[in-house]
């Protein structure tokens, strides 16, 4: 084992990305119910970059060694571990408390890279219950995907009314949890509607397996030709909602009665007024429903279905490593990525 | 049988309860699928109110005999129907459409006393599809109180989320829906907490059963209040929202993570606007669902629940007679009720 | 519209398949709430072979028009049909009266080609609340398929413990409805395991796309390789169980804890003395259920996949005539057939 | 603290009950993610007694300190332990590792008082996850019947099927599984039909609750008399099946389509080649599930239903003191108990 541990901190909310330092520390002992584990891949996610900026609106400490998104392989256990061993490949959970049903407050406590260290670093401890067996069928770059925005799109399509073949599943746009929604939907047997602004990502979302995809810079009332495209007009099933500026206002007009809009993030920006009202959803007869990532049961119902048919996560072709991390958060921060921005770390 | 069939008709949508007019009709025939019901007692609703009005936001035709909630008796029965026989107590279905699983936009043109001809009359030809069976335990009045109020509420707990034994349920004032709410809710085993205006409406909602209640005059935060009376403060798992000013605000505080909030209806002058957006959802990590009335397949259930733990409607002691109507909704109009307003019809 | 209709009748119970008749009769008038269907194509199912022979154990009554599944385009619909109009293509329901959610009693009196006049004919007036629209996807012939084996299937993976992407489903042979468990199991991300005796029939499995196949001749041993095949041996989540000698035994050495086994069908000559008792669900942690076909709310969210997946039955090349049902039901008997036995009816 | 720790011990499977021996130990110490327990009471369960005669077919240890149930007060907690801390009252988790969803292989290698040292002790260590917060209302004694047959019976009713308001619930003697689903349906609004051998305690089901209590002594055919007691004669929605000889054919009788058996136990000598075959499911058109204790999940949800509805075990007048242990062994074996048979510990 090293002798040393490389690792990012973020020092406070204050500086953004210039809060961010490389440092070199020891490597963590294990406790009795905990695993240590050698990271070899971590991802970005947007809710990453606001933490340095002091902009999440969820529980923060500082310093904290920032990113929930991780993937690594087992070095030693603890005395008392007994779902891992030595050698075993794992992935991070986002919410290291929340085990399974509704999240609680306490397991809001607990987020990985918010209030308890992060994956940004070459060795970390994890307690046993923050840990899930990595899919199998993936490297550890695209199993450093799944924590925050694999199991967000999961939970959307699963945590509530669980999505059925011959569904309409509608993803906005070429996010991380877009694009997962996307390939899961498809593994299911469901449709899927996609929106995008340019031809080129259309194609890219097609490779996909989209199976129709409206410019929504050209088509302006994209609700309603999404909902044209469904059977009999009745709209879309499921539509993970990325909270853009008015992309709220076209699914209530693209939801099926009894449908459900999973309300996933806020890009920025928007004005919560110029949103629809809560009360729109008796207009619409649908059903409206805040995600916030999911719980370790469903991560693992969503490493089968990947491991199951195979599902590799889209990923950047630009992979930056451990010392490049600065680089990494502007990078994105300018949303030059496409898919999942990764960090290599070994 | 009666030569003659006085019935109620609105008229049109420009002259408020000035469109009501009583006629006499002659009996209908009954078709092959079809049945006819000698109407006991109906009973009023909101939205029974503002047709008239023309504030009702969902499908209407004119003239059209009001009212979608009525109980009566089984006279004849056409040939080709299965599961009904001549003196089967009966109650309507709202959307007669409306079978099974999500509504659909046919269904939604289905509504009784808004597109097909309602219960205010005292003989009805209904599609066998359209009617259920009465609840065995209750009077000709109290059946006719289920169709609208009581559905919603059962849907509300269970059409999406299904309550559970020692969840807790917050119902907001004394209109119909929310004294089932909390029937239904305290014959399942849940805690009610309930919410109104007066000390002696409070007393009336402890008779029911209501675990709590906020008198939500003198404490303007009964949301906070509400979320405090709960184990660990983690919130209500079901809130019944009538929609009125301010409480979804409230209904916000109160609701537990991933709890559901059924917006039920629109108490009337409220601006959508003032009220909380739905991106709002994913700060308080919660579902909010628009529920209209509920399918056949429920209101079975229902009826069953009701004869199992012997649930009362809560009907208002002033019952008008047929020929009454207008009066009805003048007393109904300036909110002098307590429970459901009934009309007994023979 | 042709003068005459052409059809078969099943006369009684005790002559076997002698008791099939072919005769001419006039076309049917329409009711108010039916609906007169050009049958264009039917399929037979085993039941169908029973009922002539009175072995079947559900009611029947005789004479009756053979024949439960079928499709055809639809002629004339009855005053107040809404669901249908002229020129539709449809499907026939099993159960006429299966509506939604569990099969009571009275709808067991109700099936087509047992106790209703099935579709084995030219033309038939089935009530409108007995037909669905077609799946837009498949011919005639296909869509005649859906209405007893591929609903059974169906309701198998998703009428109790709805199947999961990445869960494993194991089915058995080559027979209707374990043939469609496959193809749904693998539209909707899970992993299959069929058994069969012969390499020709693996090879066709395989191209249905099962991940694995064992022989059950060569490995007698089949559900514990079966579970070995599955993530940490942990065995299979669903099993379709057609209920062949021995069959149950491998089954219950094969399924997961809290796994399901859908007991679909005898396939005769099985003493249930010999087969596992009902307390070995507890020593196994498992679930056994009895499918009766499946309701019309299944077999429309059924149909709805098969279109989304663009699922194709697997029917045998040879093709039988109207005419010629006799030498179907001998070549049925036989059991020279390959997925399901088709009519051309028109 | 006590300097010492007196504790029950079962040596080997080989002696029957005299392989309980009485010893004085030290107290053990807690592990980071452990809890030391002042256990205040336990209660014995008929798979305690059939552990030291070598009769339980679920995996063991020996030496094991015997016993599931207990109840007690946290004295001190490991340094990483969040959910617990000193002064907590606390009950224990049958399968310590069965935290969720369906139990696991591994899961059943933890059960306690078989493979992991049980609750006849003054003082143990457990993992946290391990333990849930005893029911408020709730003494110690009351408490410490939770951990086996009170969640066996709420698993029964919620685990698979939830039970519904209006539902017939089935429940056979006065064993400890059966009371507890007495209780259980009753608050949920379900009515309880009761089976038992004597009028004294067909009396007592009645003061719990029971709406109909058949003297199956009396009534050799008491299946059918439970089918003639439900709506329409359609059967009864959830049976607890206790296996003994001869109930399960009973159960069959009295079970609804669709309707859910659970077989929870063996009350011994009975021959499993003389029960119902699995088949018998599709004849009926039933679900049979064997149910086997359950997760931490569904005993939150019991103790929280058990605590809105203040419902209090039903527990034998005669208590024994940790030192008479033996004593309530010879006592439960002969069925002298009625209700759950507890041990005060301090």
New interface residues.
Partial sequence: MAATNKQWIVENKDKGFDGLVYKETSIPQV????VLVKLEAASLNYRDLIIPKGMY?FPTKFPVVPASDGAGEVIEV???V??FKKGDKVATLFNQ?H????????A?QTGLGGVIDGTLREYGVF?E?GLVKAAKNLSAIENSTLTCAALTSWNAL?G???L????YVLVQGTGGVSLFGLQ?AK?????VIATTSSAQKAEKLKQLGADHVINYKEDENWGETAKKLT????GVDHIIEV?GAGT?KQSFKAI???GV?S????LGG?D??T??????????????????VGSK?LMR?????????DIHPVVDEKVFTLSEVREAYDFMWAQKHFGKLAIKIC
């Fill in positions: 406790g009795e119910n905990e609106p603890g005395s008392k007994t779902d408390g085990q399974f049903g509704s999240i609680d407050i306490p809001t307690a219950k699963y509530l009314k669980p059925k073949p011959g569904e899961f593994a299911a047997g469901a449709i059977p009999d007009g009745a909270g709220l099926k009665y009894e809009i309300v996933i993030g806020f928007v919560p007024k949103q629809p009202s809560v009360v729109d959803t008796l207009g619409h007869i649908c059903t409206v429903r805040g995600v916030y049961a119902d969503m490493i089968r279905a990947i491991e199951a048919n």
